[in-house]
């Protein structure tokens, strides 16, 4: 074995061995591949997974990822020529009920947005698809043709032939027993056989990832959880069958089991049955450590379902059972990338067969090109906040995900537990008010406020009210708010922003360095800029804030803050020059925004807040009453107001004082549905919908955020050769013809014509309160960006005519917000 490599990779399944395909088709390889135990039929779950690879999902990231691995396999098979690992005969997904079948209408749209190939189909076709199956009870199918089913093992099979012809090797029965480590970085591993130094090491251990990770101090809450497994002798229907697999893979998700074929017999798989957790450290110690004695009633409840919907089945025995386990992530997505406490370390964890040759592909990317070719924001390894390290935790959130795999889960669906782990100081006023939370990476969030129904009563309610799909965690008060803040002021709550001060005497530089907007400016001024990666994709969006000489606060999104963190100091120097610390615990922040917020806050304050003294994106320290605060006067509502940071102890004195001054001035309380609207009918950019790694800001809108004559800074040099190559597509914003058309978001966008392609899809989306205006924003090919270009957008089997209009529609000119 090599006591040195360019690449080590922990893990010889199936995603480890994609991550070396990968390598070597782009010219890497100095790779070795360590396992613990035989290969290639391994100890984890790649070899005793079912294989179905179902491309479809609602997140596009997630969908481009299982096409990557389709992509991956087929090649792989082509290449390697070691016979046949996979069947492409296509998947259903069935419908038994209504809502099941209204589910699959919306799931066509979203792979009209992402570019996959899917039908709805009838009971009838079904039946030509699978003869074997009973189909008179249900509504129809959503079939996606390119679906496939794989064999684990000889896909690794090929995977490792064609990474060893190009140089790879790949080691059994060796496990990583540590790391080794310098100035942060992780330099190499430890084995039973000696050490490997190497430049980057890859975590694709499975199973087992997080007990490795627990040597680097890396939280990953992910955990193994035992799931049940069949196959039956031969079905009568199918003697005489030569091909292993030749029907459709199913998914009955009503029914939360899906089937598949094994020659002349079948396997099925159920998620009916209680979730199995078992903690990584707690994983048997035998040659079988992934695979469990099954729970009698549970097979007895899914073969009932299974000789239902298969009726041929009942004259078939049970042959094979087993509860094999594989991982579940708090919010059943991969863990990827690379974490600042443990660079040039990639994780690539809690991946299922389904993405497995994507997230290889992904990796790979990361090690070659710094860039892993696709925005992975849903992934990123950074993202978790701290309570997610608890067992506890992790238990909870592991078993939810697993009862709702083949749940219809609605975009706002909130989880039910556990509720309450972060709140602002002013917490219990928000509930005094009547607040609807919702929950946000553990903080409390207002929605909106019960005490604020009496505006519906007060004022015509001229909007449209919503119904069906769009009308789920939605209520009417959310336009009451929104016309208030508008028309008198609305303070917000805003404590979950991300706060990180930067210091030092390279401070300055370094923000110079790392944004696109100049932020070397006068101290109390307030800067809109972003992040970006080299290639010029929008890594994050925010504020800074520059306090002092050596003093900055990067102001961020709570959900976003820990990832941009970590890009910060994955950037920031080593010689002691900057200082990056997180202080969100240490403040919080309300916004006191509308027409009269300057009244409000005046009468709360001796300092002077006038337009004069306290002018457009800048900030001081004042006081409000008695507390000491720091306002910046900007705002993500579109209108004139603060946002107001105070120390933590003073937020409840902070929102009194200030609810109490505001009650001559009309003050209410205002939720994050209103936030959400108002930021859009101003045109105001959301990251991670709007805005993320592949966008750029000249097509964002947002160009206007960046300097190219401030010096060098990430992404300038893209950004130079997108300027010379000029923009393919654009965001724009639409109005929907009938503005009681409302929608969720990742909807396609056409043109017009029934059979024309898809144009782009929904980024964006809500009612506009104040323009009277359902609006949809979605990036559109240069050519049909124009004001007043007529488009359609698609939503739950319905198409519905919009057009391109001008932005922003609300105060184009910013007089509300200067004045």
């Known amino acids: ?110 792979t009209k947005s992402w570019g996959l ?44 032939a064609i990474a060893t012809k190009a140089g790879a090797e790949f080691h059994a029965n060796t496990p990583v027993t540590g790391f080794l480590r310098s100035n942060g970085r992780v330099t190499g591993v430890t084995t039973p056989d000696g050490k490997i130094e190497a430049e980057y090491v890859v975590l694709a251990a499975g199973l087992w990832g ?45 029914k939360d089991m899906y089937f598949r074929q094994h020659g002349e017999g079948y396997g099925f798989g159920s998620y009916d049955h209680d979730p199995l957790i078992v903690f990584a450290d707690q994983l048997r110690q035998d040659d079988q450590p992934a695979k469990y004695p099954i729970v009698e009633e549970h097979l007895e409840h899914a073969w009932r379902e299974t000789i239902h919907r298969f009726p041929g089945i009942a004259k078939t025995q049970v042959i094979e059972t087993f509860n094999g386990c594989f991982s579940f992530t708090i919010d059943g997505n991969t863990i990827f990338g690379e974490h600042p406490d443990a660079r040039n370390l990639i994780v690539a964890e809690g991946v299922w067969v389904t993405h497995a040759g994507g997230v290889g592909r992904a990796a790979a990317n990361l090690l070659v090109n710094g860039d892993p070719g696709l925005d992975m924001r849903e992934l990123d390894i950074n993202r ?20 709702e795999v083949y749940d219809i889960i609605h975009p706002l669906q909130q989880m039910e537990n556990p509720r309450g782990l972060r709140t602002t100081p002013f917490h219990s006023r928000l509930k005094e008010l009547g607040a609807l939370f919702f929950e946000s990476n553990g903080w409390e969030r207002p929605m909106w406020f019960g005490a604020n129904e009496k505006l519906l009563y007060s004022s015509k309610v001229d909007w449209p009210i919503r ?48 944004t696109a907007n100049n932020v070397d400016t006068a101290i109390g001024r307030s800067t809109y800029t972003s992040l970006l990666t080299p290639s010029g994709g929008i890594k994050c969006d925010l504020t800074v804030t520059r306090l002092g000489a050596d003093r900055f606060w990067v102001l961020t999104g709570g959900g976003t803050g820990y990832m941009d963190m970590a890009w910060l100091r994955m950037h920031a120097p080593n010689d002691g020059s900057v200082h990056l610390q997180n202080i969100s615990s240490a403040w919080t922040t309300v916004g006191l925004w509308g027409p009269l917020a300057r009244e409000v806050v005046q009468s709360a304050s001796e300092d002077d807040w006038s337009n ?20 910046i006067r900007i705002s993500y509502a579109g209108e004139l107001g603060w946002e107001i940071y105070t120390p933590t102890e003073y937020g409840l004195a902070l929102w009194d004082t200030l609810w109490g001054a505001g009650q001559k001035f009309g003050v209410v309380a205002a939720g994050g549905g209103a936030f959400d609207s108002l930021r859009l009918e101003k045109g105001y950019r959301a990251w991670g919908s709007d805005i993320h790694t592949e966008y750029h800001p000249f097509e964002a809108g947002i160009g206007f955020a ?79 960006a124009d004001e007043g270009t007529k488009v359609e957008i698609y939503f739950f089997g319905d198409r519905h005519k919009a057009t391109v209009t001008k932005e922003p529609l609300y105060d184009p000119e910013n007089f509300k917000l200067k004045g």
């Not at 007990?211 to 079905?235: E, G, I, R």
């Not at 654009?730 to 024309?756: R, Y």
């Open 1 to 110: 074995m090599k006591d040195k490599a360019r690449v080590v990779i922990i893990g010889g399944g199936i995603v480890g061995a994609s991550t070396a395909y990968h390598l070597a088709k782009q010219g890497w390889g100095e790779v070795v591949v360590l396992d613990m135990g035989p290969l290639f039929k391994n100890l984890g779950s790649t070899s005793h997974a079912p294989g179905l690879i179902f491309q479809h999902n609602n997140s596009k990231t997630v969908c481009t990822l299982a096409r990557w691995t389709v992509q991956t396999y087929l090649e792989a098979q082509a290449e390697a020529d070691l016979g046949q690992t996979l069947f492409q005969t296509g998947s259903l997904e069935i419908a038994l009920t209504q809502d099941r079948w209204v589910e699959l209408k919306r799931k066509i749209g979203n």
């Open 117 to 160: 190939d899917a039908h709805l189909i009838s009971p009838a076709e079904i039946k030509k698809l699978v003869p074997i199956m009973y189909v008179d009870d249900l509504q129809g199918a959503f079939y996606v043709p390119s679906d496939m089913d794989v064999s684990g093992v000889k896909v690794v099979e090929s995977l490792a």
């Open 210 to 254: 997080p007990v490795l990770a627990k040597m680097l101090d890396l939280n990953l809450p992910m955990t193994p959880c035992q799931h049940l497994y069949a196959k039956t002798s031969p079905v009568p229907e199918l003697k005489g069958e030569t091909e292993e697999v030749r029907h459709p893979i199913v998914r009955h998700q009503d």
């Open 384 to 403: 978790f906040q701290p309570h997610t390290g608890s067992r506890i935790y992790l238990r909870s959130r592991a078993e939810r995900q697993y009862i």
């Open 467 to 514: 119904s069906g799909w769009a009308a789920r965690y939605w209520s009417p008060i959310i336009g009451a708010e929104h016309l208030h803040s508008r028309e008198k002021v609305g303070l917000f709550d805003l404590g979950n922003f991300f706060k990180i001060e930067v210091t030092g005497p390279g401070a300055a530089a370094f923000l110079q360095r790392v």
């Open 612 to 631: 004069a003294a306290f002018p457009y994106v800048t900030a001081k320290e004042m006081y409000v009453g008695h507390i000491p605060v720091t306002a």
């Open 706 to 784: 960046v300097r190219m004559k401030k010096g060098d800074f990430i992404g300038r040099e893209a950004l130079e050769k997108i300027k010379a190559t000029g923009l393919k597509r654009k965001l724009c914003a639409m109005t929907f013809d009938d503005p009681s058309v409302a929608i969720m978001g990742k909807e396609p966008i056409f043109d017009g014509d029934v059979h024309s392609p898809v144009l782009g899809y929904v980024t964006s989306a809500n009612y506009g309160y104040s323009v009277r205006q359902s609006i949809a924003y979605g990036y559109l090919p240069i050519e049909y």
